[in-house]
């Protein structure tokens, strides 16, 4: 674990809280935009995607919080 922790020091003077900040804002913005394209294409069958949304979104969001090895 010692390894996982200096790795993840010397990534965030790199900018990896940045990264964290940036994938969680555009997954938000694809989810928030998902809706639409789905019912947008001719595939009607992606449509019963649409309420799956918003128990797949918590989840991902979850594992983004993790990219920099700190919570929150």
């Known amino acids: 674990m010692e390894t996982k922790k ?3 020091e010397i990534l965030k003077k790199h900018g990896l809280d940045i990264a964290e900040n940036a994938v969680g804002s ?3 913005g694809i ?3 998902l809706p639409e394209i789905l019912l947008a294409t001719e595939n009607k069958y992606d449509d019963m995607l649409i309420p799956l949304l918003g128990l797949i979104r918590p989840q991902i969001m ?3 919080d993790k990219i920099d090895g700190v919570e929150g």
């Open 62 to 64: 979850m594992l983004v």
């Open 26 to 28: 555009t997954v938000a």
């Open 31 to 33: 989810f928030d935009a």
């Open 6 to 8: 200096n790795i993840s």
